[in-house]
C-alpha cells in the first residue's frame, strides 16, 4: 500500500499550482489522461499540437498572486507579451483592447461613441486597480480560524469599496452610459462571458471591472503550447498520468485512494475535478451530500480545432461578435487564438487555430448519435463561415485540418461535461465553494470554488488553499 501525505487529484491550474508550491511535501498528483493541463493544457493529433481551450495567460506582474507563487516555485515561464490582448470585430468594425488606456478610448470612441466613456473606464480601471492592490484576499468556511481570516478579509475590502461591492453591474451601466447602443452592450456582455462566464446582468460592479479590465494588464503569449507551463510547474512533482481515481474511502484520519492501477493511504486530499463531478468518486454519505448540494452548472464549451498554411501575419487573440447567436450555443460571439508564427511546436505545420463559444452541456448530452454529429457540423461550419467572412485574407482551402469538441468530448479525455468555470453571481456569491470543506483533509481547487475561472482567479483560490493546508 503506497501512503502520501498530500494526494492532489487532476493536473489542471489549481492542482498544479498547489503542488508546485508543496513540493518539499511527500505529495503525488493524479491525472487521468495523458496530457496535463486540463482545460488549460495542450494536446496532439494529426501530428499538430492544439491548445485544450482558447485560453490567455495573463496575471503575470507585480501585486498579482501569479507573479508571486511563479517566484515561489522558482519559474520563469517562456512567454512573450502580446501588444494585442483581444481584437474585436464587430459588423467589420475593430477595437483593440490593448494596455494603453487612452490610445484604447480612442479606439473605442471610435466604433462606441458614447459622452461617458471616459468616466466609464476610468472607473472600472481604478476600481482593478484597487482590487489587485489588496493584500489580504481570503475565502474559506468550515473552522472558526477560517470564517476569522474571511471576515477580516472582506471587512477590510468594504472599507476599500463600500457597497460597490454588491452594486448590480447592469445598473451601473444603465446610469453611466445611458441609452448605450445593443452593440455596444454586446461588445461589453461577450467580454464578460469569456471573463467571468455571465453577463452583466447578474454581477455586481466590482466583478464588472475585474471580468473588462485584464487587457489593461500583461497578456501573454505561452511559446510550445500552454501546456508547457504545467511541465515547468510539476518537473519536480511525482505525478501519475494516464492514472484514473476511481474511488476515495474515508477511513478515520485518513483517505483511501482506488484508482486504475493501485491503492494508495493519503492523509490529505486535494480535489482539482469539478465540484459537479466530485460526489461520485465518494462512498460516505455525508461527503457525497456535501458535493450534491452545489447544482450542476449547465454551462460548457463548443471549441473546433484548425491547422492554417498561410504566410500572413495574425494578433494571438481575436473576438467575433455577432448580431444573432450561433446555432446550438449560448452566445453570440465566439474567441480565437491563433499560435505564434515563429512557435516552432504549435505552427510547425502551419498556424495552430483554437476557437471556442459558449454551449450547454445538456444539449449536446442528449443527442443521438446521429443528431450529434449533425448538429456538430452545423455550428462547426456556421463559425467557419464568420471566420472566413471577417478574415479576408484566410480562404476555405488554407484550412488543412479541422475537427471540434463539445461537453462529451471533454467528458471523455479530462472528465468534466461543464467547462468555463463556475460563475460568481449575485445570487449565488454566498453559496460559493470555497477551497475547504467540512471534512477534515478533503479539500477542492480550480474554477468551480472560489475565487473562480482563469489563472488569476484560481491562483487566488491556490494562496488560500496553501495558508489552510500549511498554518
Known sequence: MKTSDITVIG????????????????????????????????????????????????????NHPIKKIFDNIGLIPDIKKSEVAIRTIQN???????????????????????????LFWKTIKEIDEKFWNFKNIYFARHNLN????????????????????????????TQTLP???????????SQLLITLQTTSKDISLIS??????????????????????????????????????LKIKKENNLYRIISNKDEYLSKKVILNSSIYNSAS????????????NFSFSDQSAFVIYLTLDSKEDFLHHYQIILDNKIPNSISSSFFISFSSKDDKKLSKNG???????????SFWKNLSKEDYEKQKKITEDFIINHLLDNFGTIKKEDI?????????????????????????????????????TPFKGLYNIGDTVFAGQGWPGIAIGVQVLNKELND
Open 11 to 62: 493536473s489542471g491550474i489549481g492542482g498544479s499550482l498547489i503542488s508546485a508550491l508543496n513540493k518539499d511535501k511527500d505529495l503525488i498528483l493524479f491525472e487521468r489522461d495523458r496530457n496535463l493541463g486540463g482545460c488549460a493544457g495542450t494536446f496532439k493529433r494529426f501530428g499538430n499540437y492544439y491548445n485544450i481551450g482558447a485560453t490567455t495567460f495573463v496575471g503575470y506582474e507585480k
Open 92 to 118: 467589420k468594425k475593430i477595437v483593440d483592447r490593448i494596455k494603453d488606456f487612452d490610445t484604447f478610448l480612442e479606439n473605442l470612441e471610435e466604433v462606441y461613441p458614447h459622452k461617458n466613456n471616459r
Open 146 to 173: 477560517s470564517y476569522l481570516k474571511t471576515i477580516n478579509s472582506n471587512f477590510k475590502l468594504f472599507k476599500i469599496f463600500g457597497f460597490d461591492l454588491l452594486k448590480n453591474a447592469d445598473d451601473y451601466i
Open 179 to 189: 441609452n448605450i447602443s445593443k452593440g455596444y452592450k454586446a461588445f461589453i456582455d
Open 208 to 245: 464588472l471591472a475585474l471580468g473588462l479590465s485584464y487587457p489593461f494588464h500583461d497578456v501573454f503569449y505561452v511559446n510550445n503550447g500552454m501546456g508547457s507551463l504545467f511541465d515547468g510547474l510539476l518537473k519536480d512533482i511525482n505525478v501519475n498520468i494516464k492514472e484514473e481515481i
Open 281 to 292: 468518486l465518494f462512498e460516505d454519505e455525508k461527503i457525497k451530500d456535501y458535493y450534491n
Open 351 to 361: 498556424y495552430s487555430i483554437t476557437i471556442s463559444t459558449h454551449t450547454k452541456a
Open 400 to 436: 488543412i485540418n479541422k475537427f471540434s469538441a463539445t461537453s462529451k468530448t471533454f467528458k471523455r479525455y479530462i472528465n468534466r461535461y461543464n467547462c468555463g468555470g463556475r460563475a460568481i453571481t449575485l445570487k449565488n456569491i454566498f453559496q460559493t465553494p470555497s477551497c475547504n
